[in-house]
C-alpha cells in the first residue's frame, strides 16, 4: 500500500508554507530529544518508513500528520500497522513503530506545533523470552576462533569485543560509544554510558579484560583521548568508528565460523544466565552486573534457567501415575 488512502494523501500538501516549517521544527525539537545517538537514529528511521509508506516525503508526511484531526491519524497508523502484519514484522518491530509515531506526535504538541493525540496500537508480546544465548560452550569456541584469526589487528579486537559482550554484558552500542579516554588499565575500570542513561558509569575490568583490551590497545595505535576504541578494518571505512551494526556483523561472522547463529544480544543473555548460576541465583548481584532496570527481568533469566514451570509441571503430572 503506496498511500493512506486516496482521500487523505500527505502528497497534498504545499511543498512550503506554515505546515511545513512547523513539521520541520517539531522533527528537529524531537529527535534532539534523544541522548542516545542510535535511538534517535532509529526513530528517525522509523518516521522515514511511515512516510514511505505514506508516499511522501518526510516533511511532508510529518506535515500531514500534524495537522490531521484524531480518526484520520488514528486510521493512518493503523493502516500502516496492517500493513506490517501483512509483511510478517514481528511485533517487537511493530511496537517500535507505533511507539515513534506517538512520540513524535506527543512532542509535538508539547511544542504547540498539533493539537492531535495520538494513540497508535501496537502488538501483544509474548510473555516467553529466550534468555539462554548461544551458551557457555558455545562462546568459548567463538572466544578461540576469534584469537586465533591470522589478522592479528581482527584477532585482538574481536577477542575483546567478545570479552566485553560477556564479561562485562555490555550491549553493542555501550561497546562502540567506549572512547579510548573511557579506559584505565592501571586502575582496571572503564566508564560505560548505559541505555537511556545521561552519565557514564564505572565498571571493574577484571585482569582478562585487561590483557585484552591491552592487546587491542597495542595495534590500536591511537594517542587521542576522544578517539573510539574500536574501529572498522575494513579498507571502505578503515579507522572510523565500528557502529553497532558492524559489531552484529563481526559477532554474526564468528560464530558461523563455530557452526552457531549468535548476535550480540545473545552473548549477553548468555552472561546474564551464567551469572545467576554462577552466584547461586543472586538476582541483587546479577541485576548490578547487567544493569537492568527491574529485579522482575532478572527473575525471568531465573525462571527459564531453572525451568520453574517444567518442575511444576513433572510434579502435577506425576500424581496421574497409577
Not at 53 to 65: I, P, Q, S, T, V
Not at 93 to 109: D, E, G, H, Y
Request: a positive charge; charged letters at 25%.
Amino acid at each position: 500500500m503506496s498511500k493512506v488512502v486516496e482521500s487523505q494523501q500527505p502528497t497534498t500538501l504545499p511543498a512550503t508554507g506554515e505546515h511545513l516549517r512547523n513539521a520541520r521544527s517539531a522533527l528537529s525539537i524531537w529527535l534532539a530529544s534523544f541522548r542516545s545517538h542510535n535511538t534517535r537514529r532509529a526513530y528517525e528511521k522509523e518516521l522515514q518508513a511511515f512516510a514511505d509508506f505514506c508516499g511522501a516525503e518526510l516533511d511532508d508526511a510529518a506535515a500531514w500528520l500534524l495537522t490531521r484531526v484524531d480518526p484520520e491519524a488514528h486510521n493512518a497508523a493503523d493502516l500502516w500497522r496492517a500493513d506490517k502484519l501483512a509483511r510478517g514484522n514481528a511485533p517487537a518491530t511493530i511496537n517500535r513503530s507505533m511507539a515513534a509515531l506517538n512520540s513524535f506526535v506527543t512532542s509535538a504538541r508539547r511544542g504547540g506545533f498539533t493539537t492531535l493525540r495520538l494513540e497508535a496500537k501496537g502488538e501483544a508480546r509474548e510473555a516467553y523470552r529466550d534468555t539462554a544465548g548461544p551458551g557457555l560452550t558455545t562462546f568459548l569456541k567463538m572466544l578461540d576462533a576469534a584469537r586465533q584469526q591470522r589478522n592479528k589487528h581482527s584477532a585482538t579486537r574481536d577477542a575483546a569485543i567478545l570479552l566485553l559482550a560477556f564479561g562485562l554484558g555490555l550491549r553493542r552500542a555501550e561497546i562502540v560509544a567506549i572512547n579510548i579516554d573511557n579506559i584505565d588499565l592501571e586502575t582496571g575500570r572503564v566508564m560505560i554510558l548505559g541505555k537511556g542513561k545521561a552519565q557514564a558509569k564505572p565498571l571493574t575490568l577484571t585482569p582478562e579484560l585487561v590483557e585484552a583490551l591491552g592487546d587491542w590497545m597495542h595495534y590500536r595505535r591511537c594517542s587521542e583521548d576522544h578517539a573510539p576504541l574500536f574501529v572498522s578494518l575494513s579498507r571502505a571505512s578503515k579507522d572510523r568508528r565500528l557502529t553497532g551494526d558492524g559489531v552484529r556483523k563481526v559477532i554474526a561472522r564468528i560464530g558461523n565460523q563455530v557452526g552457531a547463529k549468535v548476535r550480540p544480544h545473545g552473548l549477553r543473555h548468555t552472561a546474564t544466565t551464567e551469572a545467576l548460576s554462577r552466584v547461586g541465583g543472586d538476582f541483587r548481584k546479577v541485576r548490578s552486573f547487567s544493569r537492568h532496570s527491574s529485579l522482575d527481568i532478572i527473575a525471568v533469566y531465573d525462571d527459564a534457567r531453572q525451568d520453574h514451570a517444567g518442575q511444576v509441571a513433572a510434579i502435577l503430572t506425576g500424581l496421574t501415575k497409577a
